[in-house]
C-alpha cells in the first residue's frame, strides 16, 4: 500500500534563509508521480511541483524544488530565499500511475513558519 | 473560470441533520475528486469522478455518504444523518486528465454540532 510520511510537524526558518522540507514514500509500483501542495490558513490545497518517477532531473518551479532520491524513496521540497508568505502547512503526496490509480495519497504535512 | 468553487465555505449542522456540498470544477476537467481532511492531518481520498462517472470509491464513503456528477460538471457530496465525527474540511479537486496536477478548492468546512 502506498504511504507517505513527513517527519517535521513544524519547521521555524529566519525569512530569507533557505528550507527543507522531508517526504519520504512507500510503494511496490514502479510507475508513480509525487507532488507537493501548500496549505495556506484559508484552507485551499495550492499545487507546487511534481515529479514524475522515471523523471532522471529534479523538479524545479521558480523558488521550488524537489530533491528526489528514488533510491531513497525520498522526494524533499527544497525552498529557496523564504519568504513571511511561505507559512503554511505543505503536504507531500503520491499517486500510483502503473494501475490507473486516480488517488492521491497524503503525508500529515508540516507546518512551516517564517520568522522576520 | 479561474479555479475551483466550492459552496458554501462553512456548514453548521445538528446532528442528524442531512448537508449538501457543491462542487464546480475547472470547466474543461473531467476529473473530479473529493477528499476529506480533519485537523492536523493531510487529505483523505473519498470517491472520484470521470465525467459523469463514479469510478473509485473509498472505504471511508460509508452509505450515509452520497456523490453525484449528474451531467460530468458540478458535483454534490451529501451527508445524511450527520455525526460529530463528520465534522471535517470537504475538499473537492478537479484535472484534466489522470497523470496531471489536481487543482483543489478552499473546501468546504462541516461542523456538526
Known amino acids: 500500500a502506498q504511504k507517505i510520511t513527513q517527519t517535521q510537524p513544524g519547521m521555524f526558518v529566519q525569512e530569507k534563509e533557505a528550507v527543507t522540507l522531508d517526504c519520504t514514500y512507500d510503494?511496490?509500483?514502479?510507475?508513480?508521480?509525487l507532488f507537493w501542495y501548500k496549505q495556506p490558513s484559508s484552507g485551499e490545497m495550492i499545487f507546487l511541483i511534481y515529479q514524475g518517477s522515471y523523471d532522471e532531473q529534479n523538479a524545479t518551479e521558480g523558488r521550488y524544488s524537489l530533491n528526489f532520491q528514488k533510491a531513497r524513496k525520498s522526494a524533499n521540497l527544497v525552498i529557496s530565499a523564504s519568504q513571511l508568505g511561505d507559512s503554511a502547512m505543505y503536504f507531500c503526496?503520491?499517486?500510483?500511475?502503473?494501475?490507473?490509480?486516480?488517488?492521491?495519497?497524503f503525508g500529515q504535512g508540516t507546518r512551516l513558519t517564517i520568522n522576520p | 473560470d479561474t479555479g475551483v468553487s466550492q459552496n458554501p465555505r462553512h456548514k453548521i449542522t445538528k446532528r442528524g441533520q442531512n448537508v449538501t456540498f457543491r462542487c464546480d470544477p475547472i470547466?474543461?476537467?473531467?476529473?473530479l475528486y473529493w477528499y476529506r481532511q480533519t485537523l492536523g492531518q493531510g487529505p483523505e481520498f473519498l470517491t472520484y469522478?470521470?465525467?459523469?462517472?463514479?469510478?473509485?470509491k473509498s472505504r471511508l464513503l460509508s452509505d450515509r455518504f452520497s456523490a453525484e456528477r449528474p451531467k460530468g460538471s458540478f458535483s454534490t457530496l451529501e451527508i445524511q444523518r450527520t455525526e460529530q465525527g463528520d465534522s471535517a474540511m470537504y475538499l473537492c479537486a478537479s484535472s484534466l486528465g489522470g497523470f496531471t496536477e489536481a487543482f483543489f478548492g478552499q473546501g468546504t468546512r462541516l461542523t456538526v454540532v
Open positions: 510503494t511496490s509500483d514502479q510507475s508513480y508521480g
Open positions: 469522478f470521470q465525467n459523469e462517472a463514479q469510478l473509485e
Open positions: 470547466s474543461e476537467h473531467n476529473r
Open positions: 503526496a503520491m499517486r500510483e500511475l502503473s494501475q490507473g490509480a486516480q488517488k492521491l495519497v
